[in-house]
């Protein structure tokens, strides 16, 4: 095994942990889990102002949006061109 492979191997194994840790909850298309996940957030700091105009305050609902990178890395080990990985990534 080299070390890319003891790394998702590691990574796979922290990733239940980490998911249940952060409330995190998978977002899915026609049934299947995608390789986002998020979660619903109140904002807690200062008013920004966005590029757009757009204001977003406090307590003002946010989404905040985790890749599922081990789920990604493993589903890219198939592909040998960057530009199938990149079309998988499309994908999903």
Do not use: C
């Not at 998911?19 to 899915?28: A, G, H, K």
């Not at 590029?51 to 305050?57: A, M």
């Amino acid at each position: 095994m080299n070390i890319r492979g003891f790394f998702l191997v590691m990574w796979n194994l922290w990733d239940p942990i980490y998911f249940s840790m952060t409330r995190l909850r998978y977002i899915e298309r026609d049934g299947e889990r995608t390789i986002i996940r998020a979660r619903l957030m109140r904002y807690r700091g200062k008013p920004v102002v966005l590029s757009d105009g757009t204001v977003i305050g406090k307590n003002d609902l946010l989404i905040k949006i985790h890749l599922h990178n081990a789920k990604l890395l493993k589903e890219l080990q198939r592909y040998n061109h960057e530009i199938a990985k990149g079309k998988a990534i499309y994908r999903h």
